[in-house]
């Protein structure tokens, strides 16, 4: 008898895991790199100490 994870056989679990981690990933990362990327685009052709 197979090895059961909840209602699936741990043979079917783990191909189900492994492509869930991406979209979690992406999911977590995304913020950050548009973060990032907005800072990046407000400092374009600003220097220090000039007002807008």
């Not at 197979?2 to 741990?10: A, F, Y």
């Not at 043979?11 to 907005?38: C, H, K, M, N």
């Amino acid at each position: 008898m197979p090895t059961m994870i909840g209602h699936v056989s741990q043979e079917r679990y783990e191909p189900i895991i492994t492509r869930g981690r991406e979209p979690v990933e992406l999911q977590t990362r995304s913020p950050f790199d548009l973060g990032d990327l907005a800072l990046k685009s407000s400092r374009c052709g600003r220097t220090a100490g000039s007002s807008a």
